[in-house]
């Protein structure tokens, strides 16, 4: 059976949304990435930092969906990574209060033996030169490599991640991102900038209007499930990734056909996530709930229609 | 054979893009409406009023598209309705130099003796009452009425606008006039609440972000076709909206299933008309071009998953 591989945060998360407020509940990128690519009951494992403080019995729920954790340090005596947010009316844009690095701040990431052949890998936002690490840790080129990055890191370490964006299969960025990676403003234009950088396959995320995925002249798009009430979106772009590889991990299969039920899978995922606070809704989620609401992302996008 | 009528303006734009900018062109919402619901071959009339320095060969263009203009009423020695805009540099928005309303200051709808029997009937954006009185010259009811409008409306004549409401069948709006009609955030709630008003098919138009179309406990969505160039986006709206009610005429059919490839035949014609300045794009159109781009519009939204 294939193996995925998940680099990115565990951490703790702080949000205030228009509908309430969490004390420190958990978050972090590699963790809503493996909730999400759980649901499809592959074998995962986490590459993380985290502190002393940080609870056992969470690893514990990650370990029971068949997510390996060996590969999340714990450093004792020192702090876990700390992400404090509140969200604006909208719920489209939100301030970040408070973030402490704490042990992420000399994340030196150690791939566990039974990951060095990992079939797919899928880097979460951090550091290009964490990411980069990771990629050189395995020696045998995974079947699909995944990354996910953010505009901070074209503000700030432009040259490192250009070097990682070389090495990759698919990248997900919202479109503001890649419209500055890319200088062009069209994100048809902007795909195509951007594959010329190394991935084959960009996914443009746009967060209630949905998200794109382009491979050379073949485009596809998926809507974003329009939802009565949004009640928190912290998550919802890592889990729209994991739903992606989870669903590429359990099919083994990386055909474009296949890369957009991938992109309807984490759209769907996604959409549950925003559902209540953090990941509550992520670890409580059913086969059945994700099914039926597959069927109402047909029934949102299918038409027929006669081409004469 | 169905036959459709359209109320709206026959207009002179003056568009300023980042791109260029025209003369005094041929504009105004009848105007887009009608040439693009003419690419259905179906037969349709324009009711509206322009002035004495309407050149004749703009009716004549109309009526080469089966475009019955007997409707337009000729005030000679006054002017015809005379708008100007400037888009800003992502398109998305643009301000109103000039809205100079001449004509249509005192317009008085006469629906000709040959349309008081329309079997489909459009009310472009115009002043509800100038809407009501088109509607009250048709004793037979329309198989569907649709009708556009806009957030001025709904500051300016709240009242008259909301009797208009009760009476159609269809209501076409932007999402943030959708916010507007029903103090909702949520699309789906908001889309709910307008259903309560009077229409029961809301069609809420995204621009780039495509549209959505609300019935009871159904959706659909029809992305925009995403461009490499978007040039002009004046008349987009009013081309898609021509696009559905054309193809609603053409087929008879007002089913769920049918007024969904109505959203994609909208959406479709409206990727063509932002392409070039005003109605060049949709005066030169082939069906052979329409129908490439439909194909186009499958790809880029249909998939096969499986459901368990």
Redesign the interface.
Known sequence: MSKLLIIGTVAFDAIETPFGKTDKILGGSATYISLSAAQFGIYSGIVSVVGGDFPKKYLEKLNLKNINTDGIEIIEGEKTFFWSGKYH??LNSRDTLITDLNVLANFKPVVPKEFTDTDYLILGNLHPAVQMSVINQIPKRPKLVVLDTMNFWMDNTWSELMEVIAKIDVITINDEEARQLSGE?????AAQKIQEMGPKYVVIK?GE??A?LFNGD????A?AL?????FDPTGAGDTFAGGFIGHITKTGDISF?NM??AV??GSNLASFCVEKFGTERMENLT?QEI?KR??Q?????????E??
Chains 1, 2 share one sequence.
């Open positions: 009316n909208d403003y069209s994100l048809v234009k746009k209007h949905g794109l073949n485009v596809f798009f809507p329009p939802l009565e009430e949004v056909e957009k039920r309807i899978a086969h099914q597959l069927l992302f047909k029934q949102l996008t299918q038409f027929e229609i081409l004469g």
